[in-house]
Structures are given as C-alpha cells and as structure tokens.
C-alpha cells in the first residue's frame, strides 16, 4: 500500500494536486513501518503499514 502512494496518488491538500515522491522521513519498529512525505506545498502525508506477518 505504500508504495501505491509514491507518484500515483496527488496530495490533497486544498488546492493542491502534486504527486508524491520519497519520503522524507522513514521510521520502523516491530510494529510496522512509518514513512513521512511533505509536498512542496507544505503539506505532509504520513502512511503506517504493519508487517505482513502481522496482518
């Protein structure tokens, strides 16, 4: 699911419709991963995605 929102999905901050990029920020833990993307428009996504062995 993460990776769908890396150039195919816009941001949807109003008035705003950039595709995403990398993220900025990349964070992981046992209990998934967390990845921050801001658009040059000032806004910021953030994803959660457990691991597969725990869904």
Do not use: K, W
């Amino acid at each position: 699911m993460i990776q769908d929102l890396r150039g195919a999905n816009a941001c949807d901050a109003d008035g705003c419709d950039r595709a995403l990029t990398e993220p900025q920020l990349v964070f992981e833990t046992d209990a998934g991963r967390r990845e921050a993307y801001e658009c040059p428009c000032g806004a910021v996504t953030i994803t959660v995605a457990r691991p597969e062995s725990s869904r």
